[in-house]
């Protein structure tokens, strides 16, 4: 089982549209979590932390689900510029040092005019 | 302020070649990271510094990867020899507030590597 698991996509949405990406994690000792998104050959920039009770910024929303392992993004209002690739990446906590960043695959959203 | 710079930003090799990546993190920040995404996969760690120091390497695929950060500035990745299945993005990113559970790192755009 991979350690963070993301539907690959594409999601293929129009403008205005919301869409949801989800995401699972394996190993229970995970400590923090973070949305990246990243853009064609670009690098993967900080979209958001995502905390336990939830958290907003502006059109985006983060939840975490820890009893579940699960991690999910929604955008509202999709615009043309949200197009990219979504990274879903924990970090563990591995003998009680802080872990490094593990990465799911990347959920591919291209929004349509 | 300058970001996390890598050099160069495509490298075509042939196998058995040696190629030398460099990065140049954010000045300031004692952390620095390399992470590699071959294509079809995710992004995977490679190793962390702490100024100097080595602080996990257990990403390191083999002995044929060599990371130096001497004097705790910029960080030098040689892969001698390349195989095919190196080929793929490596990225360096650098943070200032390991081990906080909020430490954000800033990514350089990489460098794409190719073992023909």
């Known amino acids: 089982r991979k350690e963070v698991e993301q539907d690959p996509g594409p999601f293929n949405v129009p403008e205005g549209a919301t869409v949801a990406f989800n995401c699972t994690y394996s190993?229970?000792?995970?400590?923090?979590f973070f949305w990246y998104r990243q853009d064609c050959r670009k690098e993967p920039k900080l979209l958001m932390s995502?905390?336990?009770s939830g958290n907003e910024d502006g059109r985006f929303t983060a939840q975490l689900n820890r009893a579940s392992q699960y991690i999910s993004l929604l955008i509202r209002d999709s615009k043309l510029s949200d197009s990219a690739t979504y990274l879903c990446v924990v970090r563990g906590n591995y003998g009680g040092s802080q872990g490094n960043l593990i990465f799911g695959k990347g959920t591919k959203l291209s929004v349509k005019p | 302020e300058a970001g996390v710079t890598q050099f160069p930003s495509h490298s075509v090799i042939e196998k058995g070649q040696t190629v030398t990546l460099r990065c140049d993190p954010i000045s300031g920040h004692d952390n620095l990271y390399w992470y590699r995404r071959v294509m079809g996969k995710e992004i995977k760690f490679l190793l962390h510094?702490?100024?100097?120091?080595?602080?996990?390497e257990s990403g390191m695929p083999n002995n044929r990867f060599l990371a130096e950060r001497t004097g705790g500035t910029y960080s030098t990745l040689k892969v001698q020899p390349a195989e095919l299945e190196d080929s793929g993005v490596y990225f360096c990113a650098s943070s200032q507030d390991w081990p906080s559970v909020n430490e954000k790192l800033f990514f350089g755009s990489g460098t794409q590597l190719s073992v023909l």
């Open positions: 995502v905390y336990s």
């Open positions: 190993n229970s000792a995970s400590q923090s």
């Open positions: 510094f702490v100024k100097e120091s080595k602080q996990d």
